[in-house]
């Protein structure tokens, strides 16, 4: 798995082009099921792929947090949000949320995530692939190629599958 990590941003930069036309036209005509086989592909990679064995989302690339997710976390953490806020987070140029830097804080060195049962909506999205009309999210999804070994696949096998 470290491997193909390591391969990842070069063997995503050598499918950059190719993946910006495909987005292109998935989003000028959609096909009508493309939220079923997106849910399809994004089961068939989870069922071989073990996040336990990557983390690489987590060590390279931090989510935002929404005010909800400040509250349950500080919550579990037994802290204000105020102080949850002031240890371990920053706001990035956009006004948001974000940690105060990578590989996220609460990243156990097994790679487990100590909030896990109450992780940020971002990172129980991740990498968004089975999300509803994914057409709209091709940029995000170009870039999550580069750090995701299971988007990779998601998308490459998307592009078989869908000869567009
Ligand atoms: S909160 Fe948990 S799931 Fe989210 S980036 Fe940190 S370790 Fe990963
Ligand atoms: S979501 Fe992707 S990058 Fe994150 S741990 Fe799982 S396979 Fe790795």
Redesign the pocket.
Known sequence: MQEFIDQLPRLAKDKHNENKKFFAKLKKKPPKKLDHIMQDLHDEEFSVTDCLSCGN??KTT??LFTDKDVERIAKFLKMKPRQFEEQYLQIDEDGDLILQGTP?T??GADNY?S??EV??KA?REYPHTDRKKFQQISNLTLKNVAICPAAFNIVEKMKARLPL
């Open positions: 989302c987590c931090g989510p996220c609460f990243l995530c909030i896990y992780r940020p990172c």
